[in-house]
C-alpha cells in the first residue's frame, strides 16, 4: 500500500512540476515575440541596452523588483537613473495599450533572459499595478454633514 501511496505521490508532483515549467517556458516564449516585437531597438538584441540613453536589462538588482518594472512598462520613464557608475536619460514610452498578459510574458522573458535569473511575473501583479486598490471612502462625520447644511 505504501508503494503505491509513493509511486502516486512522485507521479503527481512530477506532474505539477512539469505543468509549471511548462507555463514558464510558455510565458518566456511569448514574451520574447513581444520583446522584439517592443523593447529590442532601444534595449538590443541582448539586453544591453545603448550607452548613456537606454539602460541595460541586465542589472539584477533592477530586475527583481517587480511592482516597479510593471509600472515602468505601463507609465514610461522619464527619470536619469545611474548604473554602474553611468547614467541613463532617454525617456522611455508607457506601454500600457500592452496587455496585461503581454506585460507579464515580457517581463518574465527579461527576468529570466540576458544572464537574469528571476521568477515569473504573473497577471494578477500586472493587474494590481495597473488598477490599484481603491482606497476606502472617508466616512462621514456629523461636523462634516452640519457644514454642508
Request: glycine share 4%; aromatic share 8%; charged share 20%.
Amino acid at each position: 500500500m505504501k508503494k503505491i501511496s509513493y509511486i502516486s505521490f512522485f507521479t503527481a508532483t512530477s506532474i505539477y512540476l512539469f505543468a509549471q515549467t511548462n507555463t514558464l517556458q510558455d510565458s518566456i516564449k511569448r514574451g520574447k515575440v513581444v520583446y522584439n516585437k517592443v523593447c529590442l531597438s532601444c534595449h538590443m538584441a541582448d539586453g544591453s541596452g545603448v550607452p548613456k540613453m537606454n539602460p541595460p536589462l541586465t542589472v539584477a538588482e533592477y530586475m527583481n523588483d517587480k511592482k516597479k518594472m510593471i509600472s515602468i512598462v505601463l507609465k514610461g520613464m522619464n527619470d536619469r537613473i545611474p548604473i554602474d557608475d553611468e547614467y541613463y536619460s532617454n525617456a522611455m514610452a508607457p506601454h500600457a495599450d500592452l496587455s496585461n498578459q503581454q506585460i507579464a510574458d515580457v517581463l518574465t522573458y527579461v527576468r529570466n533572459s540576458f544572464g537574469n535569473k528571476a521568477g515569473a511575473v504573473s497577471v494578477a501583479e500586472v493587474a494590481a499595478v495597473r488598477t490599484p486598490a481603491k482606497p476606502a471612502a472617508k466616512s462621514v462625520s456629523n461636523n462634516t454633514i452640519n457644514k454642508k447644511q
